[in-house]
């Protein structure tokens, strides 16, 4: 048995589980990312010069302490999206990178910690590909939680206590953890071999809902069209009560027969969304899939990446907990024109304002308004018209206009 292991890896797509050791336990594991504008920008002296916000730039380059430098960073992330397109604002081309770099990191993170959890009871034989017995996992540990100075780092909170996009997609599945538990998605194979595989992980530590009374529902959706597509499957998911705290096999299709049934281009897939939703007459969990890479997609419809923003000021109660007492709050409503993958929020860092989203890094698959609750920690007194104004939205789709 593979026991504690600690594994970095800086070239290939790190979205594909293969490339990660089945272990009983990974105490330490990570991938780069560069930290926030606001960030950067404190590092800096006044605004800094348009070098300072290169990532060729001198004191980039400095602060680079992996011994692979830039490139064990941007390598797996343009493995996986293309390169942002230049916007000519050396803040704004930051702000995309980062983006780029935390949204890669994210994912990473998401499938390796997936890949293990899914192992959680299982053993995985010794055969041609596994030459000993690996499995039963228990856990892992990601290096490292937060930054103490501004630089291209492993953490998920950079120094200005901004969160990347990993951490919002950690606290998003870990947090108020549904009773229904958790659905888990993975491409498996490779070239046409391609299998979606979906998995259930049981709640730990709560009361589960009856087995009769939960529903199953997969249907696709394109990047083009907010239109629902034709369902893949539903139906009643029935637990293994013998081994009711292990993570149990839902679905396995391969790609080819989803992107027939959905009516999408075996050969642009990645222009295809899986969308799982487990429910009862109490509660939803949904979990999302895009059945190829970012950089697989052959065309965005021409109005994506364009998304219509509105504030307000919000009179929310306390049933978000931001990770601070805020002294502002606000509602940002976002209205897209078509479908939008990982829609990042982030204020120009020349406000210098701190500042957490309800909810950052999420998609937007239905037509009408999508809104978050910003909170304003400290900085000087904001109104609904300057976030409007002030308001950085990326999207998968916004990097290439």
């Not at 590092?43 to 004191?59: A, H, I, Q, T, Y």
């Not at 490139?71 to 942002?84: I, N, R, Y």
Request: a neutral charge; proline letters at 7%; hydrophobic letters at 40%.
């Amino acid at each position: 048995m593979i026991g504690d292991v600690h594994f970095y890896r800086y070239e290939g797509d790190l979205w594909n589980e293969g490339v990660y050791p089945l272990t009983r336990f990974t105490s330490e594991f990570g991938v780069q990312s560069l930290p926030s504008p606001l960030g950067w920008l404190r590092s800096l002296e006044g605004s800094g010069s348009p070098d300072d916000w290169s990532l060729n730039g001198r004191l980039m380059q400095h602060r680079q302490h992996s011994p692979v430098g830039m490139a064990g960073m941007l390598g797996p992330s343009l493995q996986v999206m293309d390169a942002p397109v230049d916007v000519g604002d050396p803040i704004k081309n930051y702000s995309r990178w980062a983006y780029v770099t935390q949204l890669n990191q994210a994912l990473a993170y998401k499938t390796h910690i997936n890949f293990l959890e899914r192992h959680k009871c299982f053993l995985q034989t010794p055969n041609g590909v596994f030459p000993v017995g690996q499995g039963l996992s228990m856990g892992a540990l990601y290096w490292q939680l937060n930054d103490i100075w501004a630089a291209p780092t492993w953490s998920t909170i950079d120094a200005a206590g901004q969160w990347k996009m990993a951490h919002y997609l950690a606290a998003n599945a870990t947090f108020q953890v549904s009773s229904l538990g958790r659905i888990v998605m993975a491409v498996k194979g490779i070239t046409t071999l391609k299998v979606v595989q979906i998995d259930w992980i049981p709640p730990i530590g709560k009361r589960r809902s009856s087995p009769s009374s939960i529903y199953l529902d997969i249907a696709c959706k394109t990047i083009r069209s907010f239109e629902v597509g034709k369902r893949v499957l539903r139906g009643l998911l029935r637990p293994d009560q013998r081994s009711s705290n292990c993570p149990q096999r839902l679905f396995e299709i391969e790609i080819s027969t989803i992107a027939s049934t959905c009516g999408c281009d075996p050969a642009s897939a990645a222009n295809c969304i899986l969308v799982a939703r487990l429910y009862n007459a109490e509660t939803e969990i949904s979990e999302v899939l895009q059945l190829g890479r970012p950089k697989e997609i052959s065309a965005w419809p021409s109005k994506a990446g364009v998304l219509e923003v509105s504030a307000e000021v919000s009179n929310t109660s306390g049933y978000l907990r931001p990770p601070f007492i805020p002294s502002q709050v606000f509602r940002i409503t976002l209205r897209a024109n078509s479908p939008e993958l990982f829609v990042w929020m982030l204020l120009d860092p020349r406000l210098q304002v701190d500042g957490w989203f309800a909810e950052n890094g999420f998609h937007i698959l239905e037509d009408g308004p999508h809104s978050v609750e910003f909170f304003v920690k400290v900085g000087p007194p904001m109104t609904p018209e300057t976030i409007e104004k002030s308001l950085f939205v990326i999207t998968l789709a916004s990097l290439a206009k």
